[in-house]
């Protein structure tokens, strides 16, 4: 089985009902905390083309820096989103599991078994 890497907040729910269904099956991913170890705007990048999204996408707008930055902002591109995900890891929508190339985000928790195999 593919290496699994799990973009993991342990305050929220979601992230953390991803991470015991993969424990139930005995899976034990690499987890990456992202709020204490923000991915850098390349690693960003490379999650986006695994999960096939954009950066807006990606984007928590429910956050009080998605309203702060102005990130509604249509004008912003790419490459500004991801720059402002990566200055502010809060934004990025949880949890992330990644499998080789592929990617999915964990809402609800059970969208990551499609990975699974």
Not at 10 to 17: E, M, N
Not at 66 to 81: F, I, M, R, V
Request: aromatic share 2%; proline share 8%.
């Amino acid at each position: 089985m593919t290496d699994l890497t799990l973009y993991h907040n342990p305050r929220c729910t979601k992230s953390r009902g991803a991470l015991e269904l993969l424990e139930a099956r005995g899976l034990k991913p690499t987890v990456i905390r992202y709020l204490e170890t923000p991915p850098s705007a390349a690693q960003i990048t490379a999650l986006l083309g695994k999960l096939k999204l954009t950066a807006r996408q990606l984007l928590r707008t429910g956050e009080d820096e998605y309203k702060t930055l102005n990130l509604g902002n249509a004008s912003l591109t790419e490459a500004q989103l991801i720059a402002a995900m990566a200055e502010h890891p809060k934004l990025i929508e949880r949890p992330i599991l990644v499998a080789g190339d592929r990617a999915v985000i964990g809402r609800p928790p059970e969208r990551i078994l499609e990975l699974l195999p």
